[in-house]
């Protein structure tokens, strides 16, 4: 945890946990509250909702905001996720922007941790006969600009990219790779791809960073298309010094008193929890990799991410690479 930037870290004790709602097939099942009426597939609410009950999807936009929480949560750590929450419902007193698309607290073992929610900005740009859509309303700055003067902690805005059109002009070498055990690439193959989708993400990422009125301020942009996985490209939330303390009684309020309409979304799966048991059950000793973490960048604020194809030992492997403000860091 950012023990760096909060001092203290406030806690508080979860009195409930959302329920796990799983379908016929065994899926799982978020209730999804929405302002509006859903009335077509890629309506904003219903991206909001897809981008957040989709693990690995939110996966990618989340430690791309918070790669320090990502990476130093423990073993029975994650986030309590909701959408479309009236910014109201947390401080009577507030109006502007009217609705907070993603609200997520994070939690660990059974404790709530207001002090460290982030609140996200989510504007849907849409592609049509290849050419980028104008982002809409200035691009998110100024509700984005509004949260962090009203004290959350961690804010953040994200455009998200959707589009249908077909990907059938290959113009691009790229590196194909194949995912084995554990990051390790079982092959890397040259392949000539169409690069329409990556292009836009990149040109809107510049945008965003190249507009953005202040560097505290999370930002991401991701491609979407209900059935793939986009890495995101972003930049990691700064810790809010000006955060309303009166705001997380608040944050912690309607979490208590709304549970049913978070998601539960843990750090680590329930098989990996199982197999870290048992290896700490055998050796308490052992370093696990949120304690190394926490170790390596204590003090330090990961700026941003990227993921590469690395050789180490002969092996070709993905790998994360961290940049603080002074260094950057190889995770493999």
Same mark, same amino acid.
């Given at each position: 945890?950012e023990?760096?930037?909060?001092?203290?870290?406030?806690?508080?004790k979860?009195?409930h946990?959302p329920?796990?709602?799983?379908?016929? $097939?065994?899926?799982?099942?978020?209730?999804?509250p929405v302002?509006r009426?859903i009335?077509r597939?890629w309506?904003e609410e219903?991206?909001?909702?897809n981008?957040i009950?989709?693990?690995?999807?939110f996966?990618?936009?989340?430690? $791309?905001?918070n790669?320090?929480?990502?990476?130093?949560?423990g073993? @029975?750590?994650?986030?309590?996720v909701?959408?479309?929450?009236p910014i109201?419902?947390?401080?009577? #007193?507030?109006?502007f922007p009217?609705?907070?698309?993603?609200?997520?607290?994070?939690? =660990?073992?059974d404790?709530l941790?207001?002090?460290?929610t982030t609140?996200v900005?989510?504007k849907i740009?849409?592609?049509?006969?290849?050419r980028?859509?104008?982002?809409?309303?200035?691009?998110?700055?100024s509700?984005?600009?509004?949260?962090?003067?009203?004290g959350?902690?961690?804010?953040a805005?994200?455009h998200?990219?959707? /589009?249908?059109?077909?990907?059938?002009?290959?113009?691009?070498e790229?590196?194909f $790779?194949?995912?084995g055990?554990?990051e390790?690439? /079982?092959?890397?193959?040259?392949?000539?791809?169409?690069?329409? #989708?990556?292009?836009?993400c990149?040109? /809107?990422?510049?945008r965003?960073?190249?507009n953005t009125?202040?560097?505290?301020?999370?930002?991401?942009?991701?491609?979407?298309?209900?059935s793939?996985?986009?890495?995101?490209?972003?930049k990691?939330c700064?810790?809010?010094?000006?955060?309303?303390?009166?705001?997380?009684y608040?944050?912690? =309020?309607f979490?208590e008193e709304?549970?049913?309409?978070?998601?539960e979304?843990p *750090?680590?799966?329930d098989k990996?929890?199982? =197999?870290w048991e048992?290896?700490?059950s055998?050796?308490?000793?052992r370093?696990?990799?949120w304690?190394?973490?926490?170790r390596?960048?204590? !003090?330090k604020?990961i *700026?941003?991410?990227?993921?590469?194809a690395v050789t180490?030992? !002969?092996q070709?492997?993905?790998?994360?690479?961290? @940049?603080t403000d002074?260094d950057?860091?190889?995770?493999?």
């Amino acid at each position: 945890m950012e023990k760096r930037a909060l001092g203290n870290i406030s806690k508080k004790k979860l009195l409930h946990r959302p329920h796990r709602y799983v379908d016929n $097939a065994g899926h799982r099942i978020m209730l999804a509250p929405v302002s509006r009426r859903i009335k077509r597939k890629w309506d904003e609410e219903s991206i909001v909702a897809n981008i957040i009950a989709n693990m690995k999807v939110f996966g990618q936009w989340y430690s $791309a905001l918070n790669p320090n929480l990502y990476l130093e949560s423990g073993l @029975h750590s994650g986030v309590m996720v909701t959408m479309s929450v009236p910014i109201q419902k947390l401080e009577r #007193e507030l109006s502007f922007p009217g609705d907070i698309d993603i609200l997520v607290i994070p939690y =660990e073992d059974d404790y709530l941790i207001p002090s460290l929610t982030t609140v996200v900005e989510i504007k849907i740009l849409r592609a049509e006969k290849r050419r980028l859509g104008k982002s809409p309303n200035h691009f998110g700055f100024s509700q984005a600009s509004a949260l962090l003067r009203h004290g959350f902690p961690y804010v953040a805005l994200g455009h998200v990219i959707v /589009t249908d059109d077909v990907r059938d002009e290959p113009n691009r070498e790229m590196l194909f $790779a194949k995912a084995g055990h554990q990051e390790s690439i /079982t092959s890397l193959t040259p392949i000539v791809e169409d690069a329409f #989708e990556i292009d836009l993400c990149s040109r /809107t990422y510049g945008r965003l960073a190249n507009n953005t009125p202040n560097d505290d301020i999370g930002l991401f942009a991701m491609n979407f298309d209900g059935s793939r996985v986009f890495e995101a490209l972003g930049k990691a939330c700064k810790f809010n010094p000006d955060y309303d303390s009166k705001l997380l009684y608040g944050i912690q =309020e309607f979490y208590e008193e709304n549970t049913d309409i978070f998601i539960e979304i843990p *750090r680590y799966s329930d098989k990996e929890i199982e =197999e870290w048991e048992r290896q700490l059950s055998n050796n308490p000793g052992r370093l696990t990799p949120w304690k190394l973490s926490r170790r390596i960048f204590a !003090g330090k604020w990961i *700026r941003s991410v990227e993921t590469s194809a690395v050789t180490i030992n !002969g092996q070709q492997r993905l790998a994360n690479i961290y @940049h603080t403000d002074d260094d950057s860091y190889l995770y493999y």
